[in-house]
């Protein structure tokens, strides 16, 4: 299976592998975007498909926030802040709650990496399903 990552603006990066997948993952991570900081949402998932891995990241905090398309979300870290991600042109900067911004930038890396492995959800990190209001 062949894998893409899309950035905020929506372009589609095609993977090569685990490997590509966790350098894009790095590079993206790092960028500093519109906002002055580095927080972006990136997408991963199958070339033909819609993308089934969100994660927010934003390395100047060390934390992101991974979403499956089930709805269901990482946990690795209790909630401590929010971040701020610009997640697309059109709808500018997001506060992304505590409750969700619960994996560290290096085990979202391992996650992707994961993903783009084995096309399954990661299990490097328990995932929950619980719906919160804060």
Not at 4 to 15: I, K, Q, S
Not at 36 to 55: N, V
Not at 62 to 91: C, F, H, K, M, N
Not at 103 to 119: I, K, L, N, P
């Amino acid at each position: 299976m062949k894998f893409v990552m899309t950035d905020y603006h929506g372009h589609r990066e095609p993977l090569a592998g685990p490997d590509d997948a966790g350098e894009w993952f790095d590079e993206q991570a790092s960028s500093i975007m519109p906002h002055g900081g580095c927080g972006q949402t990136i997408w991963f998932g199958p070339a033909d498909a819609p993308p089934q891995l969100r994660i927010d990241v934003d390395i100047d905090v060390g934390r992101a926030a991974l979403r499956w398309s089930d709805g269901s979300y990482g946990v690795q870290l209790d909630p401590t802040v929010p971040i701020a991600v610009l997640e697309s042109p059109d709808s500018g900067t997001v506060d992304v709650p505590a409750w969700l911004a619960r994996v560290s930038v290096d085990t979202a890396r391992q996650a992707v990496v994961e993903y783009v492995s084995t096309g399954q959800r990661p299990a490097c990190l328990t995932w929950s399903s619980a719906q919160r209001s804060s």
